[in-house]
Structure formats: C-alpha cells, structure tokens
Nanobody, 119 residues
Framework: QVQLVESGGGLVQAGGSLRLSCAASGRTFSNYVMGWFRQAPGKERVFVASISWTVGTRSYADSVKGRFAISRDNAKNTVYLQMNSLKPEDTAVYYC????????????WGQGTQVTVSS
C-alpha cells in the first residue's frame, strides 16, 4: 500500500520560507515521478513542481519558478519542497503525489498540509 505523508506546513509572513516534506512508502519509487500540487480555497488543485525519482529531472509551474525548489533524498524516500520568498497567493493546501514515468496521471496522493502566508 503506497503511503505519502506530508509535513512542514504552517503560518509564515510574506517573504518568509518553509520546507515541506513528503515521506513515501509502500513501493520502490525508482521509476516514478513525485509531484507537489496545491489547492487554494475555492480554486482547483494545480501543479506546483515535480521531480523524477531516479534521474532527478525537475519541472515547475511558472508561478513558483525561481522561488521554490524540489528535491529528493533517495535513502529516506522523501521529497522536499523548499519555498522561499513566499507570497499571500501561495496560501493553499499542498499535496504530494506520485505517478509512473510513462503516465500523466498521478495515482496516489497524500492528505495535504496547510500553508498560510500572511501579508
């Protein structure tokens, strides 16, 4: 059973930083992609960033490029999202998810962690 557990959310002032973690378990993730998504109140869930587990290829939404960085620790089966220069519009529930490299659909999701950025 695949499990993704996010942590690291919280309340931060605009301009501040947070690091989210996603601990993954339940399978070997070497041929998978890990992604971060977010959902603001009243809005759809949107893509934030992704990283391929083995090669480390990264992708970012335009809204976070230059401010957020995704990384992974293979030994700990953990993916991180370092968020810098946070803005109030980054306020959302952040979700970790996983998919195979050959699929466009993320099939496992974490429970989410709240990030609130005050102005």
């Amino acid at each position: 059973q695949v499990q993704l557990v996010e942590s690291g959310g919280g309340l931060v002032q605009a301009g501040g930083s947070l690091r989210l973690s996603c601990a993954a378990s339940g399978r070997t993730f070497s041929n998978y992609v890990m992604g971060w998504f977010r959902q603001a109140p009243g809005k759809e869930r949107v893509f934030v960033a992704s990283i391929s587990w083995t090669v480390g290829t990264r992708s970012y939404a335009d809204s976070v490029k230059g401010r957020f960085a995704i990384s992974r620790d293979n030994a700990k089966n953990t993916v991180y999202l370092q968020m810098n220069s946070l803005k109030p519009e980054d306020t959302a529930v952040y979700y970790c998810a996983t998919r195979t490299r050959l699929s466009n659909e993320y099939d496992y999701w974490g429970q989410g962690t709240q990030v609130t950025v005050s102005s």
